[in-house]
Every structure is written in C-alpha cells, then in structure tokens.
C-alpha cells in the first residue's frame, strides 16, 4: 500500500484535471491515432501504428500513476492549521538582503513545490 501524500485543494485539483484531461481527451485522441495507423496498412512495419501504442501504453501507466496518488491523496483541511508556527499552507516574507526585497511563499508538500508559482517545500 502507498503512503498517505497530503495536498492542498489546489495542488489536489491540478491532479484531477490532469487525471480526467488524459482519460477523456487524450486517450481518446490516441484511439484515433491508432485507427489512423490501421488503415495504412500492414501492421508490422508501420511505424505509426507502433508509435501511437507506445503512447497509449506511456499514457496508460501515467493514468494508472494518478489512479493511485488520487487514492492515497489526503486534503488538508486550512481551517486545522496551526497559525503560531511554520508548516504546510504558512505564508512566509523572506527578505533578500542584498536587495532589500521581500519574497512570500506557501509552504507546500515536497510533490506541489515550484519557485515560480511562490511554493516552498516543506
């Protein structure tokens, strides 16, 4: 059994838009590439064919990936947040002190960190 991640109800959606983006358009647009591919013909030397059921079987094991991050997907609840010290969903000001500026970031799981976005891991 995997281990219990928590997510953010952001970080948490970003998965399930992917999930139900691969499931419902991008599968189906593999399903079109591969019938595309039948059509030219002779199977064991098309490369096309073979190249749309290599990205069906990456596309399925992604699926499959997300599948069971979702299962094991813990939200966690804001409202429960300790706000007296730092940890997941604190907003932090750093200040740079060669430039005087300050940054914010969220403190965010490991999985849902990026600089860009202002998120920090834990």
């Known amino acids: 059994m995997a281990a219990e991640q928590k997510y953010t109800k952001e970080g948490f959606k970003k998965l399930q838009?992917?999930?139900d983006y691969l499931t419902k358009i991008r599968m189906e647009e593999i399903k079109i590439?591969?019938?595309?591919?039948?059509?030219?013909?002779?199977?064991?030397?098309?490369?096309?064919?073979?190249?749309?059921?290599e990205a069906q079987g990456l596309l399925?094991?992604?699926?499959?990936?997300?599948?069971?991050?979702?299962?094991?997907?813990?939200?966690?609840?804001?409202?429960?947040?300790?706000?007296?010290?730092?940890?997941?969903?604190?907003?932090?000001?750093?200040?740079?002190?060669?430039?005087?500026?300050?940054v914010v970031y969220t403190i965010v799981a490991e999985h849902e960190a990026n600089r860009r976005e202002g998120k920090l891991a834990i």
């Open 60 to 102: 399925e094991m992604r699926i499959a990936k997300l599948e069971q991050t979702l299962t094991n997907a813990r939200v966690i609840d804001e409202s429960k947040i300790d706000k007296s010290k730092v940890q997941i969903l604190s907003k932090v000001t750093l200040l740079n002190h060669n430039n005087n500026r300050q």
């Open 17 to 19: 838009d992917e999930y």
């Open 33 to 53: 590439a591969i019938a595309e591919a039948r059509s030219f013909g002779d199977l064991s030397e098309n490369a096309e064919y073979d190249a749309a059921r």
